[in-house]
């Protein structure tokens, strides 16, 4: 079966790290733009960064810009984020989810979840003192 599953959230204060991972079971990345979301409590979605399919480039949130690194690792067949400099307003569920077969195999944007086809169930990510 299809299923991508997220790791490594946790709680953490304000100005600590996290890593994240998305895993994938049933299908290989390769070929995949990956795209990372957050929902805070009462919040809706919101797009925290793409990458590309080759890992090339990747696009981010500006408000996460220069605090978040996205990269892949095809032979885990996983995505890692780095989190640092974590802000309370970072606090949320954390998803990942694939695109497939991308045309053009780039991310124009941080947004359009209606471009995913698998989502993971999200790990929690809380940054409080």
Same mark, same amino acid.
Not at 22 to 33: K, P, T, V
Not at 74 to 91: G, Y
Not at 97 to 102: D, F, I, K, L, Q
Not at 115 to 129: A, C, N
């Given at each position: ?15 600590? =790290? ?5 895993? %994938? ?32 480039? %990747?696009?981010?949130?500006? =408000? ?8 892949? &690792?095809?032979? &885990? ?12 307003? &970072? ?6 989810? %694939? ?11 941080? =947004? ?16 409080? =003192?």
């Amino acid at each position: 079966q299809l299923q991508l599953v997220e790791s490594g959230g946790g709680l953490v204060q304000p100005g600590g =790290s996290l890593r994240l991972f998305c895993a %994938a079971f049933g299908f290989r990345l390769d070929g995949y733009n990956i795209g990372w979301f957050r929902q805070a409590p009462g919040k809706e979605r919101e797009g925290v960064l793409c990458i590309a399919s080759n890992g090339a480039t %990747a696009t981010y949130l500006d =408000s996460v810009k220069g605090r978040v690194t996205v990269s892949r &690792d095809n032979n &885990d067949n996983t995505v890692h984020l780095q989190l640092t400099n974590l802000k309370p307003e &970072d606090t949320g569920v954390y998803y990942c989810a %694939a695109e497939r077969r991308p045309i053009p195999p780039t991310c124009a944007n941080v =947004s359009g979840a209606w471009r995913y086809d698998y989502w993971g169930q999200g790990t929690q990510v809380t940054v409080s =003192s």
